[in-house]
C-alpha cells in the first residue's frame, strides 16, 4: 500500500509543474479573466501555491520512498 502511494507521489511534483506552466501561458495569452477584478493577483497566488505544493509533493514522495524501502525487511508475524 505505502508503495503505491509512493508510485502517486512521484508523480504529483510533474503534474503541479505542468498546471503552473498551464495556468502562465493562459495568462499571457490574455485567455483568463477574474470575477474579482484581480486577474494578475489571484494568478500570482495560483502560480505561488502550486510552487509551493510541488514542493511539498516532492518531500512527501521521498517520504512515502523511505518508508518503502524499511517496510521491503518487514513481515508480519502470526
Known amino acids: 500500500m505505502v508503495a503505491g502511494l509512493a508510485r502517486v507521489a512521484m508523480m504529483l511534483p510533474q503534474a503541479l509543474e505542468q498546471a503552473g506552466i498551464l495556468v502562465s501561458d493562459l ?3 490574455g485567455r483568463l479573466r477574474n470575477q474579482k477584478d484581480q486577474l494578475e493577483y489571484d494568478v ?3 502560480l505561488l501555491g502550486l ?3 510541488r514542493i511539498d509533493a516532492e518531500g ?3 517520504g512515502l ?3 518503502t524501502s524499511g517496510l521491503g525487511a518487514i513481515d508480519y508475524k502470526d
Open 51 to 53: 510552487e509551493t505544493a
Open 27 to 29: 495568462a499571457e495569452a
Open 44 to 46: 500570482r497566488e495560483t
Open 65 to 67: 520512498n523511505q518508508a
Open 60 to 62: 512527501l514522495y521521498i
